[in-house]
């Protein structure tokens, strides 16, 4: 079992940057991934980012446009995004999921998810 707590989240403006957090306990098996998706009012949930926990790499969203950045930190078990220049378009709850998907872009294919962190973004 693993268990996952994003925090970071927050209000800010427009060109502003935030960075968001999610911390995992549990057995975190070598082939996991952590992820990140969003999910915007109104609309289904999107893949943003994701970490390869044992090979280290990283792949993201063609929307994302390289405005963030995925990574981890092995002493504490945490997966970090950070999010740079920061437009109202990204405004969504930001939900961590882990596991070993057969497609790390689909949110159906995760076993674990955290309880998310709102991220608003004024103009």
Not at 93 to 107: E, L, M, V, W
Request: charged share 20%; proline share 2%.
């Amino acid at each position: 079992q693993v268990q996952l707590v994003e925090s970071g989240g927050g209000l800010v403006q427009a060109g502003d940057s935030l960075r968001l957090s999610c911390t995992a306990s549990g057995r975190i098996d070598r082939y996991f991934v952590m992820s990140w998706f969003r999910q915007a009012p109104g609309k289904e949930r999107e893949f943003v980012a994701t970490y390869g926990w044992g090979d280290h790499n990283a792949w993201y969203s063609d929307d994302i446009s390289g405005r963030f950045t995925i990574s981890r930190d092995n002493a504490n078990n945490t997966v970090y995004l950070q999010m740079n220049s920061l437009e109202p378009e990204d405004t969504a709850i930001y939900y961590c999921a882990a596991g070993d998907p057969n497609k790390f872009s689909s949110s159906d294919a995760y076993d674990y998810w955290g309880q998310g962190t709102q991220v608003t973004v004024s103009s």
